[in-house]
C-alpha cells in the first residue's frame, strides 16, 4: 500500500508546537556515490535533517536487531561445529567472532554449545575445540570470563575422551587440557590478550619488573608451550605421513586448528627468549640450568615442528611458517641478545579465508543496499514524500499502526545497514590485520637483513683487521729478515775489517817489537861503547896515575938514589919505551873512542829517528786502537741484539717446536686411547661370544654351513683390510682413523662367525662339530691376543693376525665339508614335481580326513560310555585339523601361483622353478612332509581309538603336522610380497592349523586322563610285603625308564643332525640372501 500525502501546509513556528525529532537513516558514508546523497537532499536545495544521537541510535537496534544478531550467531555455530569431517569453514569462524563483539561476551555461544552433544561424538567435539580457540584468541575479552565457568566440565569432558586410543579421542582430550591451560594462564596473566600480541614494554609491565614474578612467568609459559607441542605432535602422529593426507578433507580437520597453534608458538618462544635473557641477567647461570634445559628441549621440538609444517601443501597456501634459528640462543652471553630475531607468522590475505565467499565491494554494497532502501521508501510514503521526507504534517492522515509498521521496518533497515557497517568493519580491520602482519614480516625481513648486513660488515671488518694484522707481521717479519741480513752483511763487513785490522795490528805489533828489540841492542851496543869508553878513560886514569906516580918516584929516586942512574936510565929507556908503547895504545885506544863515539852519535840518531817512528806508529797505533775499540764496541752491540733477537727467534722456534712436539705426543696418546678403547671393547665383544659358547641356552641355537661360510669369507677380507689399516697407522701413529672401524668391523664378524659356527656344530656330526667348535675357540683366542697386543704400545708394532686369517680358512674348510649336496633331481623335473606332490599332498589329507570319518563311524557303532566320549572327542578334534590342512594347502597354492606370476616375467613356470630351485625344492619337501604327517597321524589315531595305540604317539603326530605346516608356510612366504592378500590367507590359515593342533592335544590329554581315571589302581587288598614289593618294582622301573629316556633323547639328537644334514636343501636353509 503506498500512502501519498496531499500537499501539507507550510509549517507555522507560532501557530504549531515544534515537530519531534525525526527517525531517519543514518548518514551515508562519506565514499557513497553523490546520486545517493542527491536523493538524500531531495528535490530542494535544502540540507537534511540532523543525524539521531548516537544513543538514539543503538537503542534503536532494539531487541530484534539483537535476536536477528543472535539468530545469525546461532546458525554460524551450528554450521562451522558440526560432525562432518572437514575443516570448519572461516566465514562461520568470523562470523561467530563478530558475535562476541556485538554481543561483548559468549553467552550466545555458550547457550548453543551446550545442546550438543560434545560427548558422543569425537569430530564434533574436536570442531568445537578450534571454534572455541579462535574465540579465546580473537574473540571479545568477555569471552575468557563467560568460559571459565565452565573449565570443570572441560576437565571432565578430556578425562572421558582421553580413555579412548584410536581416532579423535585423544586429540579431543589434549586439546581440552591446552584449551583449560589457555584460559587458567589468561586469567593469571590478565595483561595477556588472548592472541598474545603485546610489545617489549608491555610484557615488562606484566613482570612488574621482579624478578620473582618473571621466574614463575617463565614458568608458566614452558607449560603453556608444552601443552602446544603436545597437540601438535599427537596431530602429525595420528596422520600417515606416507600420503598427501593434506589435501584431504579428513587431514585438513585435523591440521586446520594447527594454525591458532603456530601463531601461539611464535609469541610463546619470542617471548620465552627475551624472559631467559632477563634472568640471566639477574639471577645466576646455575639458578636456571633448569630454564635452560628445558627451552633446549622445546626449541628442538618446535623447530622440527616448524620445519614439517611448511612442507605441507594446506599449509602452504595458508600461513607463511616462521624457521628458527639454526642454533639456540647463548643465554649466557647478553650481547646475543641483539642477534635474536622475532619469528613472525604471516597469514596471506588470498589464502586467509579460503572457504569464504568473495566480499562486495563496499561502494556497491552501500550503492544497492540505499537503492533497495530508497525504493521501499518511496513505497511507503510515496515520491512527493521523498522530496521532503521529515515534514510529518502531511502524514496527519496516517494511521498509528501504519506509522509502527514503518517505524519497525525502518529499524529492521538500519540494523541490516549497521551489519553490514560492522562486516565492512571487521572485513577493513582484518585487511590491516593482514596488512600489519605484512608490515611486521617485512620489518622483521629488514631486520634480519639488516642484522645479515651487520655481521656481514663486522666480519668484513674483522677480515679486514685481521688482514692488516697480517700484513703488518708480514712487514714486521720482512723487517726483521732484512734487519737479520743488514745485521749478518754487517757483522760479515766487520769480521773482515776486523780481520784486516787484527792482521795489520799484528803487523804494526810484530814491526814494534822488532823496532823495541833493534832499540834494545843499540841501546845495548851504546851501553857496550860507553863501557869500552869508560873502561879506555879508567885505563887513561889509571895509565896517568901510573905515571905521575912514577914520575914522581924518579924526582924522588933521582934526589935520593943518585947511585943508581944508570940503572934507572936503563930502567927509564925501558919505561919511555913502554911508555909509547902506551901512548900508542892510548892513541888507538883513542882512535877508537872517537869511532864509537861518532858511532854511537850515529845510533843515537838512530834511535831518535826510530823513537819517533815508535811515537808515530804508537799514535797510529792508539787511533786504530780506538777505532778497533769502536768497531769492537758496535759489533758486539750488533752481536749482542742480533744474539738477543736470534735467541728470541730460536726460543719462540723451540717453544713452538715443543708445542707441536707436546701436541704431536698428545695427539699420539689420544689416537691411541682410542684405539686401545677400541680394542678393549672388540676384546670384550669377541670374550663376549666365546662365552656363549658354553651357555646352555645356546645349545639350542642352530645354523647352515652357508651362512657359516658366507660369515667366515667376510671375516677373511675384514682381516686384509685390517692389515693394511695397521701398516698404514704404525706409518703415520697420528691417524687412527682408518684402523679403528676395521677394528671394530673386526670384532664383530670375528664373534658372528664363533657364533654361527657353534650354531652350526650343534646340527652336524660329531667329529665335524668337535673340529669346528675347537677351531672356533682357537679363532676367538687368536682374535683376543691380537686385540691385546694392540692395547700395548710395545707390542703393536709386533701384532700380528695371520694366525687369525689362518684359523678362519680352518673353519671355511671344515664348513665346505658340512655343505649339504642337494637332491639329486633335474631342473626341468622341479615344477611337475611340485605340482605333482601338492595334489598328492592334497590328496593324502583328503584320505586322512575319509578315514577318520570312517573310524568315527565304526567308533559310534561299536563303543559306548567314556571310551565313546573320549574316540568322538579324539577323531573330531583331527577332522578339524584335516579341514584347517585343506585350507591351508589351498592357500599355499594360491600364494605360490601368485609368485610364480609375479616373478617369471616372460618365463614359463617351469623355467621360475628351475631359477630358484632351492625355494622349490623347499617347497618339495614341505609338502611331502605334510602329507607324510597326515597319514602318520591318521594311523596313530586308529590305533588309540582300537586301544592298540598310545595317546603320546597321536600328541607327537599332531606337533609334527603343527612343524610340517609352518614350514609350508615358511618356504611360500620367502617370495611373497608382504601386503599379498594370499599371504595374508595363508597366515590365516596356518593359525587355524595350529588352534587344531592345540585342540587334538587338548582331546588327547582329556581323554588320557579319563581313561586314566577309569583304570585307576586299587591296592586295598595288598598286603604291606606285596605293596613294599611292588613300590621295589616300581622304582627299578622308573629307573629303566629314566635310562631309556636319556638314551632316546640322545637318539633324538643324532636324528635330528642327520635329518639336518640330508634335508637341508630341499627345505631351502641354505638359500642366498639375494633370493
Known sequence: MRVRASNPPPPSSSAEPPAPPPRSRPAPPPWEPRSRRGRERGTGSGERGPSPPIGLRRAGLGPAGAAMEAGKMTVSINKAINTQEVAVKEKHARTCILGTHHEKGAQTFWSVVNRLPLSGNAVLCWKFCHVFHKLLRDGHSNVLKDSVRYKNELSDMSRMWGHLSEGYGQLCSIYLKLLRTKMEFHTKNPRFPGNLQMSDRQLDEAGESDVNNFFQLTVEMFDYME???????????????????????????????????????????DYTVKLLFKLHSCLPSDTLQGHRDRFLEQFRKLKDLFYRSSNLQYFKRLIQIPQLPENPPNFL????????????????????????????????????????????????????????????????????????????????????????????????????????????????????????????LDESEFLRTELEELKKQREDTEKAQRSLTEIERRAQANEQRYSKLKEKYSELVQNHADLLRKNAEVTKQVTVARQAQGDVEREKKELEDSFQRVSEQAQRKSQEQAEVLETLKQELAASKQELQVLQGTL???????????????????????????????????????????????????????????????????????????????????????????????????????????????????TGSAD???????????????????????????????????CVALFAHLISDTILQGSATSHMAPMEPADRLLEMCKQCGSEAMSYLSSLQDLDSVEGADCTPVTSCLGRISAIGEELRPRGLDVEQEELGDLVDKEM?????????????????????????????????????????????????????SKDLQREIVESGRGAASPKEFYAKNSRWTEGLISASKAVGWGATVMVDAADLVVQGKGKFEELMVCSHEIAASTAQLVAASKVKADKDSTNLAKLQQASRGVNQATAGVVASTKSGKSQIEEKD???????????????????????????????????????LRKKHYELAGVAEGWEEDATD
Open 227 to 269: 601443552c602446544e607441542l603436545n597437540l601438535f605432535q599427537t596431530v602429525f602422529s595420528s596422520l600417515d605421513m606416507s600420503r598427501s593426507v593434506s589435501v584431504t578433507a579428513a587431514g585438513q580437520c585435523r591440521l586446520a586448528p594447527l594454525i591458532q597453534v603456530i601463531l601461539d608458538c611464535s609469541h610463546l618462544y
Open 333 to 456: 652471553r647478553a650481547s646475543a641478545l641483539s642477534e635474536h630475531i622475532s619469528p613472525v607468522v604471516v597469514i596471506p590475505a588470498e589464502a586467509s579465508s579460503p572457504d569464504s565467499e568473495p566480499i562486495t565491494d563496499l561502494v556497491e554494497m552501500e550503492t544497492a543496499s540505499q537503492s533497495v532502501f530508497d525504493n521501499k521508501f518511496d513505497d511507503i510514503f510515496g515520491s512527493s514524500f521523498s522530496s521532503d521526507p521529515f515534514n510529518f504534517n502531511s502524514q496527519n492522515g496516517m494511521s498509528k499502526d501504519d506509522k509502527d509498521r514503518l517505524i519497525e521496518q525502518l529499524y529492521r533497515e538500519i540494523g541490516a545497514l549497521k551489519e553490514e557497517l560492522e562486516s565492512c568493519k571487521a572485513e577493513n580491520e582484518r585487511r590491516t590485520l593482514q596488512l600489519r602482519g605484512r608490515i611486521s614480516e617485512l620489518e622483521a625481513e629488514l631486520a634480519e637483513q639488516r642484522h645479515l648486513k651487520q655481521q656481514a
Open 1016 to 1054: 585307576s589302581m586299587d591296592f586295598s587288598s595288598m598286603t604291606l610285603t606285596q605293596i613294599k614289593r611292588q613300590e621295589m618294582d616300581s622304582q627299578v622301573r622308573v629307573l629303566e625308564l629314566e635310562n631309556q629316556l636319556q638314551k632316546e633323547r640322545q637318539k633324538l639328537g643324532e
Open 587 to 701: 892513541e888507538s885506544s883513542t882512535q877508537v873512542g872517537a869511532e864509537q863515539s861518532t858511532r854511537i852519535a850515529d845510533l843515537e840518531q838512530e834511535r831518535d829517528s826510530l823513537s819517533q817512528v815508535a811515537e808515530r806508529h804508537g799514535e797510529e797505533m792508539a787511533a786504530l786502537r780506538a777505532e778497533l775499540q769502536q768497531l769492537q764496541d758496535t759489533l758486539s752491540s750488533e752481536k749482542e741484539s742480533s744474539k738477543k733477537e736470534l735467541e728470541t727467534l730460536q726460543t719462540q722456534l723451540q717453544d713452538k717446536e715443543s708445542m707441536e712436539q707436546t701436541l704431536q705426543q698428545r695427539l699420539t696418546e689420544e689416537q691411541f686411547a682410542l684405539l686401545q678403547g677400541s680394542a678393549r671393547e672388540a676384546e670384550r665383544m669377541v670374550q663376549d661370544a666365546l662365552s656363549h659358547l658354553e651357555d646352555p641356552a645356546h645349545i639350542s641355537c
Open 707 to 741: 651362512y657359516l661360510l658366507s660369515r667366515t669369507l667376510a671375516a677373511s677380507e675384514c682381516t686384509e683390510r685390517l692389515q693394511d689399516a695397521h701398516r698404514k697407522y704404525l706409518s703415520n701413529r697420528t691417524d687412527v682413523s682408518s684402523l679403528l672401524p
Open 839 to 891: 595334489a598328492a599332498t592334497s590328496a593324502a589329507i583328503e584320505t586322512a580326513a575319509a578315514r577318520i570319518e570312517e573310524m568315527l563311524s565304526k567308533a559310534r557303532a561299536g563303543d559306548t560310555g567314556v571310551k565313546l566320549e573320549v574316540n568322538e572327542r579324539i577323531l573330531g578334534s583331527c577332522t578339524g585339523l584335516m579341514q584347517a590342512i585343506q585350507v591351508l594347502v589351498l592357500a
